[in-house]
């Protein structure tokens, strides 16, 4: 039987949840990148981290399936594809994502705004 479009999936390193063209682990992971703990119509953007150069839906998730800390993205290395779109699979770097605001630059979805509280664990963007 082909997975459900709705499946969720919760894969742990050093597996990767082939679904996607991208290297990513989550918890109850959907197709389009929701996780147990941002699940919401807009919450379809997942981060790729420096640390493991794997994608994730959000910083818990990182925490619970891979087995070090999270390392945020330099200032230096802004300009490497860091944000995946969960509705259209495209990537996006992490200058274009946080001067755009919350939304796809390739297909227009729009990403959760609240989103913004929580890129000074994901970026080196303090003060
Ligand atoms: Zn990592
Ligand atoms: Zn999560
Ligand atoms: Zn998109």
């Not at 479009?5 to 109850?28: I, M, N, Y």
């Not at 399936?65 to 995946?84: E, S, Y």
Request: hydrophobic share 30%; proline share 12%; with cysteine.
């Amino acid at each position: 039987m082909p997975p459900s479009p709705s499946e969720r999936r919760t894969t742990h390193a050093p597996r990767l949840d082939p679904r996607f063209d991208v290297p990513l682990r989550g918890v109850a992971v959907d197709p389009a990148t929701r996780c147990a703990h941002y699940d919401g119509p807009r919450d379809i953007i997942a981060i790729r981290l420096p640390c493991c150069d794997v994608y994730a839906p959000c910083y818990q998730c990182h925490q619970a399936t891979a087995p070090h800390d999270l390392v945020r993205w330099p200032r230096a290395r802004f300009d490497t594809p860091a944000v995946l779109c969960g509705r259209c699979g495209a990537t996006t770097t992490a200058a274009t994502y946080l001067n755009t605001g919350p939304s796809c630059v390739h297909c227009g979805a729009a990403f959760n705004p609240n989103c913004a509280a929580h890129h000074t664990r994901y970026f080196e963007i303090d003060g």
